[in-house]
């Protein structure tokens, strides 16, 4: 069994906040990363985000309560 990680922005986000994930080890295929989305939309869906491809990076910018956290790289 793998391990899993669990990121969580903060609740208390404004316009142009961002966050970085980067699967350093390449671990995220088996082990995947889990964006939790704290009352906040992910791409405009109330539902936590998952990494599972080795070596991603996800750049995620708030923009506002709509759309919440956009990936703006990956």
Not at 18 to 34: A, R
Not at 53 to 74: R, S
């Amino acid at each position: 069994m793998g391990r899993y990680i669990n990121a969580t922005p903060g609740a208390s986000t404004l316009a142009g906040d961002v966050v970085q994930i980067y699967d350093i080890t390449g671990n995220s295929v088996s082990n995947n990363i889990t964006v939790g989305r704290n009352s906040s939309n992910i791409n405009s869906t109330a539902a936590d985000l998952t990494i599972n491809v080795a070596n991603a990076v996800a750049t995620l910018t708030y923009t506002n309560a709509t759309y919440g956290w956009v990936i703006t790289n990956n």
